[in-house]
């Protein structure tokens, strides 16, 4: 008989467990169990009320006048599974009307079923052995890292933050440094910063995994490693300012590092920033681009972090743009399907989410698919190709790279 | 979570702050459950609606002990809560440090905006409103008839047999028409309707994010039978003209038209009705932290707690 440790789950959750009202609002929304597969146990309701079930057959009264009940191991395994198949989108967390924080539970769900030795899934474990071994998920080796900016050539020159002090530090992120396909967001976040003018430099090869994957599989303990030397070297490039492209690590910068270690600068997400240059007159989006874009919310920066505006209000800086709102948008987002490791673990899962967010963009007649995460525009990219749409995934920073051209 | 930290769940909460012993608990609570005991036991009840004394004291033993399970049951939930992590020392010593952090943080400078989250979010429950408002309706019309029906109870008790205080006592005092029968009818009725809207929802419309289970229908069928029959008592009471609802007064007005439709014969049982009512509004007592019905214990902290968490971190 297996005894769960509980000493891992956080006060909040065990109390999120009982105040649970078995609405079911939560189940009409969850992307995954309930629109993707329809499946109860990993919706919230599902997850926190079998949750309840085996705390309080372990640890309940009745366990503690009669003894604690043991718990197949099937039912540990198939549990485990379905919380992995929780993209942690925080869609619960809008409807929820008992107010629970069901972000930090399902995280906190993970760190659980790692200490019980439940998690994470065969594929996370591969990832973390990358991260362990050489600094990213990628298996990429940390020279490569740089690798992005090669086609900026002389263009732009990105500073040495290590070697000098450059006011902004652009964390680059793992998924834009490495990935072939998606470092086009780096090129082009690079590539407005200096049409800004910005004194900007990067980590170069000495930039470290933000951890974020460590952390949304459950395994937090591991990380403070990386999370510290990571902080280190922001105190040793000592910037004003601290600035992402990516909504995952500006996520984990920006909430989880200050659990580990002081930040000597703020963290911004690029879509702040930017916004901010654009108002400010610094940036001018002056070329027409004539095109109906719709813009997907990541939700690591809508849900996690209230950044619906930002992204927005440089589309609309962008003249000849028309923009158009899908009817899932702002905090009721559909979710891309890929976060919370799901897209390693269950990819096929993760794309059929992601073709239905496909399919909300179709339905409001864009030829432009626009976000401001590397892993959103990664899975939607690929679920307009299997779904067959004409549509274009683009990225906000090259979006409006468009209109910093010369007007033709 | 670091959400909650900040408020009542201190990350460098460590025995240096002065552990008290895990004991100190068991005394509280032995010391809440014979007050209680005491008090309900000791009251004179010269008012009461009943005149079989024995079938009154087995009414007030029963009550006592159902306090007492629900005082344990509510215990037991929270030292189950407090075996998570963040926190020092045993799940005794860590609840009361918790709850002497909380009764600070009531009576600190948060004390408005707690307030105003309580209210706005937990009791008028907000949020429910934005995802349905006849669901929302519903629950406001149990939960402000059940609340309602808890401060009416504690405040004519102390009136009749504290301070025998004549407005409430005379059959047509005005405080007695106005509360007792009046206000005591209006939050009935309010449950009454509530439960009906949630019942007809739950087993006619059956909206799909509704999964119907034993502990919805027990839930339910439990708050039904103590209010239902609250009436059809209260309607045998007219019936049988019981001292105190002998005037046949408007002011009961769903107690009257129940007594229409219960025979006048009814009214002779009258005593037996009130016992098996009060056992059951006892039993209800001591069944709420074992069931669904728990959350309304642990929700508005929840919802209290995220609300203020939220107004902070927007503050900041
Ligand atoms: C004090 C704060 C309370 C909060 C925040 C709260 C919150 C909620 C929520 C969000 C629901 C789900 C909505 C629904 O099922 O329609 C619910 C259901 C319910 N609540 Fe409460 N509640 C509270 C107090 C109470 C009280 C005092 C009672 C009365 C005994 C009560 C009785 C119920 C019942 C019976 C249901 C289930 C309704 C159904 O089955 O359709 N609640 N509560
Ligand atoms: S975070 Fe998203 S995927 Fe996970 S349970 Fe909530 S709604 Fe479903
Ligand atoms: S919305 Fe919240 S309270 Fe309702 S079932 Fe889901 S987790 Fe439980």
Redesign the interface.
């Known amino acids: 008989m297996k005894r769960l440790d509980?000493?891992?789950?956080?006060?909040?959750?065990?109390?999120?467990t009982?105040?649970?009202?078995?609405?079911?609002?939560c189940?009409?929304t969850c992307p995954t169990g309930g629109e993707a597969q329809d499946v109860?146990l990993i919706t919230p309701?599902g997850k926190l009320l079998r949750m309840r079930d085996f705390?309080?057959r372990q640890?309940?009264?009745r366990a503690?006048l009669f003894g604690p009940k043991g718990i197949e191991d099937d039912e540990l395994e198939e549990f485990s599974r379905r919380v992995y198949e929780c993209t942690i989108c925080g869609q619960c967390k809008v409807?929820?009307?008992?107010?629970?924080?069901t972000i930090?539970?399902w995280e906190?769900m993970r760190e659980f079923l790692v200490a019980n030795d439940l998690g994470p899934l065969p594929p996370h474990q591969q990832i973390v052995k990358s991260i362990e071994n050489y600094d990213n998920p990628w298996m990429q080796p940390r020279t490569q890292r740089p690798g992005w900016s090669k086609r900026l050539g002389k263009e732009v020159v990105i500073g040495d933050s290590l070697k000098e002090r450059h006011e902004v530090l652009y964390f680059v992120g793992c998924t834009a440094a490495y990935d072939p396909n998606i470092r086009a967001m780096a090129e082009y976040t690079a590539r407005v910063l200096a049409r800004a003018g910005v004194d900007f430099g990067t980590l170069g090869n000495d930039e470290g995994c933000c951890g974020s994957t460590m952390m949304r599989t459950g395994l937090s303990d591991s990380t403070k490693g990386m999370v510290l030397r990571n902080i280190e070297r922001f105190e040793k490039a000592a910037p004003a300012l601290i600035v992402t492209s990516c909504a995952g690590c500006y996520k984990t910068i920006r909430?989880d590092y200050p659990?580990y270690g002081k930040l000597p600068a703020p963290v911004r997400h690029i879509t702040e920033f930017v916004g901010d240059l654009i108002e400010s007159g610094k940036l001018v989006p002056e070329a027409r681009v004539d095109r109906t874009v719709t813009f997907h919310d990541p939700c690591h920066l809508g849900r996690h972090n209230g950044l619906y505006d930002q992204p927005r209000s440089i589309l609309e800086a962008i003249p000849g743009l028309r923009i158009v709102e899908m009817e899932r948008n702002r905090d009721d987002a559909r979710c891309c399907g890929a976060g919370g490791g799901v897209k390693t673990a269950f990819p096929e899962l993760a794309n059929d989410i992601s073709e239905l967010r496909v399919a909300d963009a179709e339905s409001v007649g864009c030829e432009v698919l626009c976000t401001s995460c590397p892993f959103c525009y990664q899975s939607l990219k690929s679920a307009i190709a299997s779904s067959g749409s004409e549509m274009e995934m683009v990225d906000l920073m090259e979006l409006l790279w468009q209109s910093l051209q010369a007007p033709r | 979570?670091?959400?909650?930290e900040p408020i009542m769940?201190p990350s460098g909460m460590k025995d240096s702050l002065g552990r008290p012993s895990g004991s100190l608990l068991y005394i509280a609570l032995a010391v809440l459950i014979s007050a209680f005991t005491a008090a309900v036991l000791l009251l004179p009840y010269d008012t009461v609606y009943i005149q079989e004394e024995t079938y009154l004291l087995w009414f007030l033993v029963v009550m006592s002990v159902c306090f007492a399970v629900f005082l344990l049951?509510m215990t037991?939930?929270a030292l189950?809560?407090?075996?998570?992590?963040?926190?020092a020392g045993t799940p005794e010593a860590r609840l009361l440090l918790?709850v002497s952090r909380a009764v600070r943080t009531v009576f600190s400078r948060r004390l408005p905006g707690l307030l105003r989250t309580f209210l706005k979010?937990?009791m008028y429950?907000s949020?429910?409103r934005t995802?349905s408002r006849s669901?929302w309706l519903a629950h406001l019309l149990i939960l402000g008839g059940f609340a309602a029906m808890l401060v009416l109870d504690v405040v004519v008790t102390i009136c009749l047999d504290v301070f025998h205080w004549s407005p409430m006592i005379d059959s047509d005092g005005w405080a007695k028409l106005l509360m007792r029968d009046l206000a005591f009818d209006i939050a009935g009725l309010m449950m009454l309707v509530g439960l009906c809207m949630a019942i007809v929802r739950r087993l006619v419309l059956r909206p799909?994010?509704?999964?119907t289970?034993l502990?919805?229908v027990a839930s339910l069928s439990f708050l039904l039978i103590i209010v239902v029959g609250g009436f059809v008592l209260e309607g045998m009471g007219i019936d049988g003209a019981i001292p105190g609802h002998e005037s046949e007064n408007a002011y009961s007005f769903v107690g009257l038209a129940f007594s229409y439709v219960t025979p006048d014969s009814a009214g002779q049982y009258y005593d037996e009705a009130w016992l098996l009512h009060g056992v059951l509004s006892a039993l209800f007592v001591a069944y709420i932290p074992f069931s669904?019905l728990?959350?309304m214990i642990?929700?508005p902290?929840?919802?209290?707690?995220?609300?203020l968490?939220t107004r902070e971190a927007g503050r900041r």
């Open positions: 509980i000493s891992k789950l956080d006060v909040a959750a065990l109390l999120g009982d105040a649970c009202v078995r609405c079911g609002e189940t009409l109860e309701r705390v309080k640890y309940g009264l503690r409807v929820c009307p008992a107010g629970l924080d930090g539970f906190n909430q659990k | 979570m670091i959400l909650y769940i049951g037991a939930n189950l809560w407090m075996r998570g992590k963040g926190l918790l979010e937990a429950t949020k429910l995802l669901r799909r994010q509704l999964a289970e502990a919805d669904k728990f959350h642990a929700a902290i929840t919802i209290t707690l995220e609300g968490a």
